[in-house]
């Protein structure tokens, strides 16, 4: 069975102050990792695939990596409008089902000014 | 581009009533899931379709639910009975036909059910 483990639960930053969540997971033939943002009150917003280790994407402040078994999302001078949950999934090939995605229960990131 | 739609946003039933809830898929997406998402939690896989054909409905938590896509577009989630414990955000996401390099899934606001 896939699990995910997001740390820390929750995290709070002054705006500019650079960190890190993370994302350990444990999976039968990674097929991809996904990360999401999620606001209030609405769905999770796709943000990267990573689909092998070593493996680094970068979208405006964010930055996604891969290890064999965990992801970072390393944040750089965050402002308050990055405050959201953040949301790791992973798909694997457990049970011939390569489309389902086993998620964390998140980070809860607040950026302060 | 419209994204995912999700029918009606907010929902409340009383205990034993049947509740639908709908989704429109972004076009030309042929996989569409479902998930539920309890109060602090990620979101948990329900079911998916491959155009109208229902591949995998291992995530429904009882067979008060189902779900349908008769034409392979809109899909349907109804519960029959509703339980308290059915109370949670229920997602769709559609995407891309997986394949040997999966899509991202693209997901709707969901919509919150509250079982009095």
């Known amino acids: 069975e896939d699990q995910v483990t997001q740390s820390p639960e929750a995290l709070r930053l002054q705006e500019g102050e650079s960190s890190s969540l993370n994302c350990s997971y444990t999976?039968?033939?990674?097929?991809?990792l996904f990360w999401y943002r999620q606001d209030p009150g609405k769905g999770p917003e796709f943000l990267f695939t990573l689909y092998s280790a070593g493996e680094e994407k970068e979208k405006e402040r964010l930055k996604a990596t891969l290890t064999k078994k965990e992801s970072f999302l390393h944040i750089t001078a965050p402002k308050p409008e990055d405050s959201a949950t953040y949301l790791c999934a992973v798909q694997g090939n457990s049970g011939g089902s390569n489309y389902k995605l086993t998620f964390g229960k998140g980070t809860l990131l607040t950026v302060n000014p | 581009g419209a994204g995912v739609s999700q029918s009606p946003r907010y929902k409340v039933a009383k205990r034993g009533q049947d509740v639908a809830l709908r989704c429109d898929p972004i076009s030309g997406h042929v996989s569409l899931f479902w998930y539920q998402q309890a109060l602090g939690q990620g979101p948990e896989f329900l079911t998916y379709f491959q155009n109208e054909a229902q591949l995998d409905k291992s995530g429904l938590p009882s067979d008060r639910f189902f779900a349908e896509r008769p034409e392979g577009s809109v899909s349907t989630l109804k519960i029959q009975r509703t339980q308290q414990e059915d109370s949670a955000v229920y997602l769709c996401a559609s995407s891309l036909a997986t394949g040997k390099r999966n899509q991202p899934q693209h997901f709707g606001d969901g919509t919150r059910l509250s079982i009095l």
């Open positions: 999976v039968s033939g990674l097929r991809g």
